[in-house]
């Protein structure tokens, strides 16, 4: 499966055509598919769980790693082809990798990999990290991956960032070009190792999601206003919980650091 002929012909044989609306760009190149593997660092007895393997480009070289490979593909025709293809080697779950256990499937010390299908990858980005993989290699259009990377009071700083300081590290690990998929996709990819890991602040996620969804849904709003409209606060209470914080009540929600974010959780969360 290293050239797009090859992938168009095996495409033809199973009478599947390429499906844009389940984000089916299938892998072609031979180095980024190595590279991708190499990031789960596999050793003998690893549980690996893959999500969305279409033709089974990764899943063939992580099965000649590991023989405890688990892929999640919700394509009917595709899952039929992996197994005819794969037989009993591969354990395959058909359906939607959105609403699959991710966490029981990896089990203690899971890896996690896929090409995530474009459409749906920030809502996987997020179930991964919740599932707390020991390592996920994760293919990206690169403007997700880099909302992921974002620092403050920049503009691809957003939710999904916050989430991803929190429970984990970002490692950038290839570029990947539009015409190394078949059927090219729009965009340049990324793929990043995500590395989950202890919070570095004591606040809950569940106290810090809502006031970083408020921030993010009145990002041109000063945050004092934000807290007020996303969290219905009183003017005072959201002013004092700022002041508390050692926050200045005019600044926008995404110059705001995790340890601000936390803070500021935690004054609300003591009443103001
Ligand atoms: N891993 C293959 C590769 O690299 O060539 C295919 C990657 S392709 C970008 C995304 C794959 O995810 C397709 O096989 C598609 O059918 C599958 N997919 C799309 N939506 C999905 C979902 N909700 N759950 C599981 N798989 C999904």
């Avoid at 990031?39 to 070289?61: C, F, H, K, N, S």
């Avoid at 794969?86 to 359906?95: D, S, V």
């Avoid at 020991?134 to 991956?145: C, G, P, R, T, Y």
């Amino acid at each position: 499966m290293t050239s797009p002929s090859v992938v168009r012909e095996v495409l033809a044989g199973l009478g599947i055509r390429p499906l844009k609306r389940l984000g089916q760009n299938f892998l072609v190149d031979h180095n980024l598919r190595e590279r991708i593997i190499s990031g789960l660092e596999i050793v003998p007895g690893d549980r690996i769980v893959e999500i969305g393997p279409g033709l089974g480009a990764i899943t063939q070289g992580i099965l000649e790693k590991s023989d405890d490979v688990h892929a999640i593909e919700i394509d009917h025709a595709l899952a039929a082809h992996l197994r005819d293809f794969f037989g009993a080697r591969l354990h395959l779950h058909e359906g939607d990798a959105l609403e699959a256990d991710l966490a029981a499937l990896l089990g203690p010390s899971g890896k996690l990999v896929g090409n995530l299908p474009y459409y749906i990858s920030t809502p996987l980005v997020a179930a991964a990290v919740a599932a707390r993989p020991a390592i996920a290699v994760l293919m990206l259009q690169s403007e997700v991956a880099a909302r992921l990377q974002a620092p403050p009071a920049t503009p691809e700083r957003g939710a999904l960032t916050l989430l991803i300081e929190y429970a984990a590290d970002v490692e950038p690990w290839a570029k990947a070009g539009p015409n190394l998929f078949y059927p090219p996709p729009k965009v340049s990819s990324q793929v990043v190792r995500l590395h989950p890991r202890p919070s570095p602040v004591a606040a809950p996620w569940s106290a810090i999601r809502p006031i970083v969804a408020a921030a993010f849904q009145y990002r041109r709003k000063t945050l004092g206003r934000a807290l007020q409209e996303g969290l219905g606060l009183e003017p005072e209470v959201a002013a004092q919980a700022l002041r508390a914080a050692g926050i200045d009540a005019v600044r926008r929600g995404e110059t705001l650091s995790l340890q601000e974010f936390g803070r500021l959780a935690e004054t609300l969360g003591r009443g103001g």
